[in-house]
């Protein structure tokens, strides 16, 4: 059995509340996991959330996303989207272009250079996943899954 985040940290105190200590798992996991990826794509000079922005435009195709549809789409949201991609058109990775009759309008697609970074990045990122959290199994996975969306539909808003 796993010994848990207090023995992990070396928490003496016990915690405030069952909220606080599934709170900080779930930081604790997420900047464990965080920091791997990031590792991972340093060859590359890629950041998670430029990686993130690739697969979103793969995803989209030809037709590719304005501005404020990948924004909405990031799983970590930045708070200038206009500046990554600033970055992003600068090493070659996408390609934005204006639309004809509303000059504001822009539409971002990936580039092949985008698109080749991707191919190279698939299945060391995959076998990473499954080294992370493979061993959970099937069950466990989807169980986290409903879990963390649950968690995340909270009634309140």
Known sequence: MARG???????TRPWGSLEEEA???ISRTSALLDHALTQAFK?????????????????????????MEIGERLVRPVPDVTRLLDRME???????????????FVTTVIAPKGLALLSKLDSEIGAMHRRQIGHLGEADLRQLIELLT??????DG
Not at 5 to 11: G, P
Not at 97 to 102: A, E, F, I, N, S
């Open 5 to 11: 985040l207090q023995h992990e940290i070396k928490q």
């Open 23 to 25: 709170m900080l798992n």
């Open 43 to 67: 060859p590359y000079k890629v950041t998670p959330t430029q990686y993130n922005v690739l697969r979103i435009l793969r995803g989209a195709g030809p037709n590719g996303l304005c501005r």
């Open 90 to 104: 600068q090493t070659g990775w996408i390609r934005r272009h204006r639309g004809g009759t509303d000059r504001r």
């Open 150 to 155: 649950v968690a995340r539909d909270r009634p």
